[in-house]
């Protein structure tokens, strides 16, 4: 028994010149096997793309899909590596972290998710390989996210070896929770309030809440941010705000299903701009605004439009969603943040909890019940079929037993995410990660090479917290001798 605790009080080893480059090479030698044995071009990425044509009768290359994806394509993609990457630079002494172990972890994920989603969704039982075309790498991008919400959560506090298991296990359990809503309940997410939002949300807060760190506050003076790294931050939020319709709407039947998410989506993140700014001056009790509100609950709105974003749910609708996101958001970074660590131990560093999770909670329970809702006098026969694909063994399920369904995919979302979570949080825990001490979160010096002038930073700010801490007390001196009589 003493060994084990003398085991755990012994300092953190943070060098991972060994374990990170073992890790990368060892699992992309593994991908690069993984896909000669079971990965292939689809018929319209492959060379016989012709005779494909010739046999369907095809006239244009403009019926490929590539034409119609890729424009989606890349909206998502710069989200997943700018967006996404750029609005976790906020950290005063966290830049290169933020957005280095976002890409990081991105390339890593997209791969091992085009293989975890093709085994569920792209293979082919004829030769037992999975075909990948532009809609395969947009989901890939869409399963990634999730894990980059996670990452938000813990945030400056783990290692990058550490990131690379949870995004192993994250891949793994979204691939399954996400064939189980989309193809199991027949539920319709097409921008992912609840495979995505929902799921990447809570299974990074249980992942923080299992790796609670009694001490943190002991890096206190590096959790904040400063002018310089905020404006970086807000160019990530610029972005995703941008780029967001194409997300929800990049895997959405062609047509008006498409043409219908991009309006939604386009709607409900202008409506949640309004609302988070004024909740934002709100909250402050002369007035002024917060970074932190503008650059996250502004895209609250996306977020909760995601599984609705297809339905008919109106252009007044789609601003009353956004304008309902744009304060819950808010307040849940003014409210609930600080109540979640202080009293659940939960220390969510990029307030995932705000941003994705409540909205995408949110989301799902609109979607479930505009489908339930939902009729022929609004939809048409033919419109009700396409927006819920009611074909097949589902060509008989009502619009109310599609609502049920909807319901019940956000709680396998959230299973997911919980469950996942405590598993992947368990694991993550064990003192074999190189994560850091308390006193050295979100500080970049720990795993990068800084630039010199950079270096000095932590003794600069040391000294100067000294020498405010010695003015202070000579002034409460001279305060305490001018009030004695003379």
Excluded at 33 to 44: H, N, P, S
Excluded at 316 to 332: A, N
Excluded at 374 to 384: C, F, I, M, T
Aim: hydrophobic fraction near 45%.
């Amino acid at each position: 028994m003493g060994n084990c605790q003398a085991c755990c009080n012994r300092p953190k080893n943070t060098n991972i010149r060994i374990s990170l480059p073992a890790v990368c090479f060892v699992w992309q030698i593994s991908m690069i096997i993984l896909f000669g044995v079971f990965v292939r071009y689809d018929e319209e990425s492959d060379s016989h793309w012709v005779e494909h044509m010739r046999k369907n009768n095809i006239t244009s290359h403009v019926e490929n899909n590539f034409y119609y994806r890729y424009p989606s394509f890349q909206d998502v993609h710069v989200m997943i590596f700018v967006g996404f990457g750029f609005l976790m630079t906020f950290l005063k002494r966290y830049s290169f972290g933020g957005v280095g172990f976002n890409f990081l972890i991105a390339a890593f994920g997209i791969q091992w998710a085009l293989l975890m989603q093709g085994w569920f969704h792209s293979l082919d039982p004829t030769d037992g390989t999975i075909k990948i075309g532009i809609e395969n790498i947009i989901n890939a991008d869409f399963c990634v996210a999730g894990c980059l919400i996670a990452f938000g959560a813990c945030l400056g506090k783990v290692s990058p070896v550490q990131l690379m298991v949870m995004t192993l296990f994250g891949v793994t359990l979204f691939a399954v929770e996400e064939y189980i809503i989309l193809n199991v309940i027949h539920a319709k997410d097409a921008g992912g309030s609840m495979t995505i939002h929902t799921f990447g949300g809570y299974y990074g807060l249980v992942i923080s809440w299992v790796l609670y760190r009694p001490n943190l506050h002991q890096s206190k003076r590096l959790q904040g941010s400063h002018y310089h790294s905020d404006v970086f931050a807000m160019i990530g939020t610029l972005f995703l705000w941008m780029f967001w319709p194409s997300f929800n709407s990049a895997i959405a039947n062609h047509g008006d299903g498409q043409h219908r998410a991009v309006i939604n989506t386009y709607l409900a993140l202008a409506s949640s701009v309004l609302t988070a700014f004024a909740i934002s001056s709100l909250s402050h009790r002369r007035g002024k605004l917060d970074m932190v509100h503008v650059q996250n609950a502004t895209l609250a709105g996306g977020v909760a439009m995601g599984t609705a974003a297809e339905f008919m749910i109106t252009p007044y609708g789609s601003l009353i969603v956004g304008f309902c996101c744009g304060i819950l958001s808010t307040f849940g970074y003014v409210v609930l943040t600080p109540f979640l660590e202080k009293h659940l131990k939960i220390q969510d560093t990029c307030g995932i909890h705000n941003l994705h999770a409540m909205p995408g909670l949110l989301g799902g329970v609109i979607g479930a019940i505009t489908a339930a809702t939902a009729s022929k006098s609004v939809y048409g026969h033919e419109g009700l079929v396409n927006t819920f694909n009611f074909v097949d063994k589902f060509a008989n399920r009502s619009v109310g037993i599609q609502g049920a369904h909807q319901a019940g995919g956000l709680c396998v979302a959230l299973i997911f995410g919980l469950g996942g979570g405590a598993l992947v949080g368990g694991i993550l825990k064990l003192p074999l990660w190189g994560d850091p001490e308390d006193y050295n979160c979100f500080d970049d010096e720990v795993y990068w090479e800084l630039p010199e002038d950079e270096e000095s930073i932590p003794a600069i700010i040391e000294y100067n917290n000294q020498m405010d801490s010695k003015r202070f007390d000579v002034m409460e001196s001279n305060m305490v001798t001018d009030t004695q009589p003379v």
